[in-house]
Structure formats: C-alpha cells, structure tokens
C-alpha cells in the first residue's frame, strides 16, 4: 500500500480469537460519579498483557518491497511491541555469498530500526544457495542471523522458531519436508523444559496444510496435543494469509506478505501485513495489519492541518488574462495560471484546463516539483467557437500535494474560472434610457457573474421592485460565511425588510432596515462598507450601520443576482420581481443621505455595471470596462419598463 494512497483509518483489523476468554471483566468497584445516573458503570479490574508482532516473507517480489518492511517497522515501533518475530524468506537468497551478504546487510539494517527485540526464522530463500552446494547458506544464516532452530520464555509463554527447510527441499514434501529426528528429540525435550502456560510456534512452511501431505507433522501434531497447553502456530512461505482454526488444543494461521511477492487476492488475502497478537494469561486475540494502516499520534500535525486548509482556500492559485469569445467564431486570448507554493516544503503541483465543446487550448502541461516559496506559470492560447446562449466554462484545475512528516501524501485541489470576455460586447453593454430594459426574475432564475476581487472597501446597490412579498431571498448576494450580499426578507409579523450582510474575520455584520419597505415599486438599496463601518441605505437614506475592527472576507463564490450561493457556488433563495442598474465599486460611495441616480455611469472605482437594456447571445454585458458580464441562469429576461 503506497502512503500516498494510504487510507487516514488507524487500522483494518480482522480480529480472530484463540483460547477465548470475555471481554475484560468488569470489578465491583464503581467509577467516582460526577452526576447522578441511572446507569451504574463499574471500574474495570486490572490484567497482565503483552504483545508481539510477526513479519510475513519479505521476498520473491520487486526491490520495492523493503520499503513495505520499512513500514511494517514503523508500525511495530508505534505501537510499542514487546517483540517481533518472522516467518522466513528474509533475503531474496538463491545466490552466492557476495550476493547473499549484501542483502543480509540490507535486511539487518531496517529490521534493527525497531525498537522492541525481533527473532528470526529460516525460510527456504534465507538457506538455499544457487548454484546448489552441500549446506547451501545455512552458515552464512547461523553467523549473521541466529540458530536455525531454537525457544525462549516471555513471561508465561514459551517461543518456538522451528526449522523447516533442513533438506534444502520443497520438491517432495512426503521426502524433504520432514522435521529430522535430532530436530524431533530437541522439540520435545524443549516443550518439557518449561513451565509457560502457553506455546507460541514459528516455522516457514505449514506443514499442516494440504500441499505437505505424507511429511511428518502428524507426528509434530501429537506431540502438541500430548503437551495438551494451549499452542499457536504461525508460518509463511505460500504468500497468502488463512486461518486454518483450532485443531485440538492448536490453532493455525499462515502469513501472507510483508514486502514479498502477492497473490490474485490483493485486497483480502494476499495483502501486504503484519499480525499483531496480544496475550492474555487467559487468552489470545490476533489483528491483521494492513501495512501502513496503523498511524503514529503525531501523523498529522496541528500546523499541518493549518497548512491543509489554507491549501484547500486555493490561493496558491492565480490567474491573470480573460478566454475571449464573440458572436463570430474563432476568437483567440490568452492567459497566465500560476502556481505558488507557499508551504515550508517542497510540493508537486499540476494544472490542467478545460472548456466546453469547440474550444482549444494550446499550452505546456505543468506537473512539476516546486520549491518552497517559489511558483511556476503555465501559458495558455484560446480559441473560441461562436457565443451560444449560456456562459462558456472555462476551467483551470489546479493540484498541489502536501507531503506530511509521517510520510502521509495529501492531494488538495482547486478549480479557477476563467473571466470571459465578450468580443464586440461594447455596444450592447452601454445604458439605453430611451428604451429602458430591467432584469425580471421569476423565482427559479438568476444571473451569475464572476467577481474575483478581494475588496477591502465596497458599494453595492441597485434598483428593484417585487412581485409579491414572499420570504428570504438573495437580491444581490456572494455570502457564504464571507463576503457580501443584499436580501430581500420577511419579519414574522409579515412586514418586508430588506437586510445588508458584510462579511468580517469576526462574523456578519448584519445591517437592518428601521421599517418596512413598499415591495412593489421601484426601491434603491445600497450596502456600503469603508474598511471599518458598514452601512446601509434603501432609497439613499440610512437605516443602519456597524462598526468593527475586523477585516473583510472573501470567497470564490459568483455574485447572484437575484439568489444567493450555496456552499457549492449554485443558487439558491431565488428573487421574484425585477432588478436594475446593478453596481459594485471598490469604493464607500455614500456616508451621508443622498438621492440616488435613475442611471448609473462608470468611473474608475466601478467593478461592475449592469444595465439589464440588451442582452449579447447568453450574456447580460458588463458597461464597467472590468468585463464582469452577468450571465443566465434558468430563464431570466429583460423587459422593457419606463421609470
């Protein structure tokens, strides 16, 4: 399992029990009660317990697979095992002493990266030697890794690593998988030597197993059920995990992989993993850990989390140029993505683009290292097919991945939409007020515009009359727990209000008005905010304000005319009525009374101007020069009224 792609969940764990025993025994002695309960819950008693570890075959598979073990002793040393233990096939083997020692080395120097004692076991690829000679490796194991066979006493348990491979043979297991009888004599007089309450057996082949019929663990079998305590076996070699049960007073398990080659079975049994075992005087209980599964405490730091959410605001993220599009087809434009790592390590970072049917994009992939503090730009040439009667998406993803101390890999993404701009749109912008036309809005339709400015300071007004005098409702809203928005909204005792919200670092500043409006003719509303008070005024007479000391905020969400967004950006809380001479300018216009304009004009504060007297294919063009075209949504429309 790659820690890029590395499940967050602290373990997978198939729990199988052994010499079963209850949950642990609760004591008479109540827990000291803070309030009074109807439940009596009681202490729990105390117990002894220790737990070990076991690695399955590390060989047959790629080079890759010592970064597994890696792993497997990462997860031993956080979880603070009294012990490990292996089942075999250690090296890749098969080789030479030149060769053989090299791996030995490279084996020795990661398993003594743990911090508990482990004990080896021979597995065929630890002693067989190629080309054949007497003895194979078996020496060269003996002096570098231990005895071949040999027990010792953990507190009440007693530890067997029994040899299997004393032929230099799997072939024929009727003939070469038979335990001699010096190894037989050893076995019995060893279960004779001790007093341990239980018996824990390591071996690489399990010969208990159907492939190893005819060879003589029949007889190793009658020798545990004479000794008649409670015994666990674990071997390797066959690459796949299976818990072949309890046979008398002996149950049997064989290991799949740690860093070994793997089977079909890559999701259940052949998956890469380390067996945790804890003992109980009374009881064993066996885990299966996935490799990589088990987490330290510290795998994600408090400011790395910070980092993460930065990240995912996705200001790393920039984009400077519009994509153009015009009635006529083939309008070309052109525009900058950047990238910039602002984290205090080194990321990948990646940036594709995309766009409806018919457009082209010519650019360099970006998929690179970036260092910290530093950027990297991608260019990128548009072609656009003829205007249609929706906005055109144009789509700039762009990915980073956050490298955790623990090892951990998180990918964190954003999506930019590229400002469009409407070639040959200039005319159709400009204000008409001999042939006056305003938005009119039939509660399931809305314009959308872009506006990707942080403003520090801002007004936001426009003109609106209602159908009817219906619930809450966006007139002009980009709120979503930041930013700015107008409302249209009832009060409880039916009386219609509108509302200013100014999104601060501290909260919403919510700005009310002193009386109900008349719904059905023509209001001017206005939300003004100069950096630190926030105020509001519905036909340029002040209802309410606020001071703060607390910044603005921002988000990436469109300006609704007409709805607000949802968390996702889509509109919601749709405006029956009409709307006109939309503007938002980076300035505080109004700090006193005033009469407001029937038209408003641009100036070099304004952002955005909608006029609402023409439309250009799908779009409602912006008269500001900033290109902040407002865009259908639904089926808005324009109809002509004298004011």
């Known amino acids: 399992m790659s820690r890029a792609n590395l499940s967050i969940s602290l373990a997978v764990w198939m729990w199988a029990t052994t010499f079963g025993g209850a949950a642990l025994a609760q004591g008479e002695q109540p827990v000291r009660a803070g309030t009074p309960s109807e439940q009596s819950l009681q202490a729990p008693t105390g117990g002894d317990s220790f737990d070990f570890m076991i690695f399955g075959d590390r060989t047959g598979g790629p080079k890759e697979g010592i970064e597994v073990l890696k792993d497997a002793v990462k997860m031993a040393n956080r979880m603070d095992m009294d012990l490990v233990l292996t089942v075999g096939d250690l090296v890749q083997g098969y080789n030479l002493p030149v060769q053989w020692l ?65 032929a230099l043979s799997f072939s024929n297991p009727t003939e ?18 001790t007093d341990a309450s239980m018996v824990f057996v390591f071996l690489h ?11 003589n663990w029949d007889d190793v079998h009658k020798m545990f059920v004479e000794d008649s305590r409670p015994i666990t076996v674990f071997a390797g070699h066959i690459h796949i995990y299976r818990d072949d049960g309890r046979r008398d007073n002996v149950h049997y398990y064989a290991l799949a992989t740690t860093g070994g080659a793997r089977g079909p ?15 109980r005087p009374d009881r064993v209980t066996v885990a299966v850990l996935p490799v990589g599964s088990v987490l330290g405490g510290d795998f994600a730091l408090g400011e790395e989390v910070d980092t993460m959410f930065a990240l995912r605001r996705g200001e790393w993220t920039s984009l400077s140029g519009k994509a153009a599009i015009g009635i006529e087809e083939g309008a070309g434009s052109s525009f900058v993505v950047t990238l910039r790592n602002p984290t205090d390590r080194t990321m990948r970072v990646a940036a594709t683009v995309t766009g409806p049917k018919g457009w082209v994009f010519e650019h360099e992939d970006v998929d690179t290292e970036v260092l910290p503090g530093k950027d990297v730009s991608m260019s990128v040439r548009a072609t656009a097919p003829s205007l249609g009667d929706f906005a055109p998406v144009v789509q700039v993803r762009g990915e980073v991945w956050y490298p955790l101390r623990s090892g951990l890999i998180q990918p964190i993404n954003v999506t930019l939409q590229a400002p469009i701009d409407l070639v040959g749109a200039e005319p159709a912008a400009q204000a008409r007020p001999d042939n006056n036309g305003v938005l009119a809005l039939d509660g399931s339709s809305t314009a959308r515009v872009e506006v990707p400015e942080r403003l520090a300071r801002y007004t936001l007004e426009c003109w609106v009359r209602a159908d009817k005098p219906t619930g809450r409702a966006g007139l002009l809203a980009k709120t979503e727990s930041s930013a700015y928005g107008i409302f249209w909204s009832d009060k409880r005792d039916g009386a219609t209000m509108p509302k200013g919200f100014v999104g601060t670092t501290e909260g919403y500043l919510t700005l009310e008005t002193t009386r109900p409006w ?25 209802q309410s304000d606020q001071t703060t000391d607390a910044a603005a905020t921002h988000n990436r969400h469109p300006l609704y005319i007409g709805a607000d967004p949802d968390s996702r950006g889509q509109a919601t809380s749709f405006f029956s009525g009409a709307i006109d001479e939309v503007r938002l300018s980076s300035v505080a216009r109004y700090d ?22 023409q439309t250009f294919g799908g779009a409602f063009p912006d008269d500001s020069g900033t290109g902040h075209h407002a865009w259908v949504v639904g089926k808005p429309k324009i109809e002509r009224v004298k004011r």
């Open 176 to 193: 070469d998988q038979n335990f001699s009888p010096e190894q037989m004599t050893w076995l019995r007089d060893d279960l004779k030597s």
């Open 102 to 166: 090299t791996e030995m080395r490279e084996y020795k120097s990661v398993m003594d990266g743990l911090t508990m004692p482990w004990y080896p076991v021979a597995g065929n690829h630890d002693v067989y030697a190629r080309p054949q000679r007497p003895g194979g490796n078996m020496d060269l194991y003996k002096t570098h890794f231990g005895p071949l066979y040999y027990s010792f006493d953990y507190k009440w348990a007693h530890f067997i690593a029994l040899f299997s491979d004393e």
């Open 205 to 215: 082949h399990p010969r208990w197993t159907r492939r190893y019929e005819g060879c």
């Open 518 to 542: 008349q719904w059905d003719r023509w209001t001017h509303v206005a939300l003004v905010f100069d950096g630190s008070k926030a105020s509001f005024f519905v036909n340029g007479k002040l």
């Open 592 to 613: 006193k009374p005033f009469i407001p304009r029937r038209v408003f004009q641009r100036d070099e504060n304004t952002l955005l101007l909608l006029h609402f007297d």
């Open 265 to 279: 079975f890559t999701d259940t049994a052949n998956i890469h993993h380390a067996d945790f075992v804890r003992v």
